[in-house]
């Protein structure tokens, strides 16, 4: 810190004085030392998945039986984490592509994190359609083309819809995320051996720095982040359509889709600030993820739940006042009958964190705003588990009324997404820089101190 400069300046980072061999040595350090935890981790983590495969495999052979399902819940713990998955993977494009267009700088270091999870939770998104197939032998039957008797699949099916919008949504996000990767697997290329040297050098594909390559670069992430931005919206529209074009009662709604897609910002956004404060600790990140860039994701989190509580009133104040008898049994069920304890803690859990992140010291504090924003993802799971499950257990035939509990099976594979999410973004952190490098000495570079007067003012230079 310079003599006379304000000493909340230096709580900035990009206006922290580093040298650029200094900041390459402290993001590739935790990547190289890997300690005992990290290792304990993988194998505990690794145990779950291979538990969750024998789960799949034990359903795949005695059939769609061994789960919960029933007449009339025939969508369970299965869709509800689909949905779940999909929710999450829209805080990359949130953090990456939207705020890349609004030239926000905080979002540089956090933007390889979002787009990381935004990837690896698309992928275990992906898996539930082929899970709940059952005949997953059959999966090419959900592809949209004509098969041997010139027949084309039913453009009717979501199986089939969620297929084409995932698939499309983990190639553009894929590749959006391995475009910013490539000056830092340059930069990891040059300061490794090994195995490593050989890995970085062929992601690198040649990249030497030079004013071209930068300018392309740069283009480049500029057309995916417009292009991405639609498919990102689109994609949790296609999921909500899955329900709303039923006639279903609480399904039958024009506004799922805003609905959806808020809520899959609102979780999004809260897995990313949890996963950030676990990155920061276990990765020893404090000097690239600060207070400024949790108070600055703690407001989008707040703002978020705003919305999301306002589409919720909405659609639950027109469900009340149509007082159709299927749609009031339900809402009776979920006020005081036997889904009364998930509505509360869904409310609880969704509200309570949007209260707690209007103070500073809940957003600046690790600890804290690791509590709130887990809560906020305890409560959009149990709103998505009462939308696909408490949705269908009452329709218009009494008789034909239930209830659903799960099963070991549906439990296991359930878990195994989850530690397969958090495996994939272990090892990724391990593997890949976490910290994007070449977006922090960009923002270094537009980013100086000014002496105006008596005072140091920061300024910011635009950079093409």
Do not use: C
Request: no cysteine.
């Amino acid at each position: 810190m310079s003599e006379g400069q304000p000493p909340e300046y230096g709580e900035r980072l990009l206006l922290a004085e580093r040298k650029d061999w200094e900041i390459n040595q402290a993001v590739l350090q935790p990547m190289i030392q890997t300690g005992r935890g990290f290792w304990v981790l993988v194998i505990i983590l690794g145990a779950v998945v291979a538990w969750g495969l024998y789960a799949w495999g034990y359903l795949v052979y005695w059939g769609i039986g061994t789960t919960g399902k029933n007449r009339p819940v025939y969508w369970t713990l299965f869709i509800t984490t689909f949905v779940f998955w999909v929710g999450i993977s829209h805080a990359g494009t949130m953090i990456s592509a939207v705020l890349r267009l609004l030239k926000a700088d905080w979002r540089r270091p956090i933007t390889r994190g979002a787009e990381a999870m935004t990837a690896f939770a698309l992928m275990m998104a992906g898996l539930y359609p082929l899970i709940h197939l059952g005949r997953v032998w059959k999966f090419y039957w959900m592809i949209p083309y004509p098969n041997n008797r010139f027949m084309w699949p039913n453009f009717q099916s979501p199986l089939m819809w969620d297929l084409v919008a995932i698939f499309t949504y983990l190639v553009g996000s894929t590749l959006y995320l391995y475009l910013a990767l490539i000056p830092d697997m340059a930069m990891a290329r040059d300061h490794t051996d090994g195995w490593r040297y050989k890995l970085y050098r062929a992601l690198a594909l040649g990249w030497r720095g030079t004013e071209g390559e930068w300018h392309k670069l740069h283009r480049a992430l500029g057309i995916f982040s417009v292009a991405i931005i639609p498919i990102f919206l689109s994609v949790h529209s296609i999921v909500s359509w899955d329900f709303a074009v039923t006639v279903q009662p609480r399904w039958h709604s024009t506004i799922f889709a805003p609905y959806f897609v808020i809520g899959a910002i609102y979780s999004g956004l809260s897995a990313l600030a949890s996963i950030l404060v676990l990155v920061r600790r276990g990765m020893r990140l404090q000097e690239f993820l600060r207070a400024e860039h949790f108070d600055a994701l703690g407001k989008l989190v707040m703002i978020a739940g705003m919305a999301w509580t306002y589409f919720w009133f909405a659609g639950f104040l027109v469900e009340w006042y149509g007082n159709e008898p299927v749609t009031r049994e339900l809402i009776h069920q979920e006020v005081a009958g036997h889904l009364a304890p998930l509505f509360y803690l869904q409310m609880g859990a969704n509200l309570i964190p949007i209260a707690l992140l209007a103070f500073r010291k809940v957003r600046t504090t690790p600890v804290l705003l690791l509590a709130a924003t887990l809560l906020v993802n305890v409560g959009m799971y149990t709103e998505r588990a009462l939308i696909v499950i408490g949705s269908l257990q009452r329709n218009d035939i009494p008789f034909n009324w239930g209830t659903y509990r799960p099963t070991w099976v549906e439990v296991s594979i359930v878990a195994m997404t989850f530690a397969g999410f958090a495996l994939l973004y272990t090892l990724f952190s391990r593997i890949v820089p976490y910290v994007p490098v070449w977006e922090i000495k960009e923002g270094r570079l537009r980013y100086t101190l000014r002496r105006i007067g008596r005072l140091l003012v920061p300024t910011a230079a635009e950079i093409e």
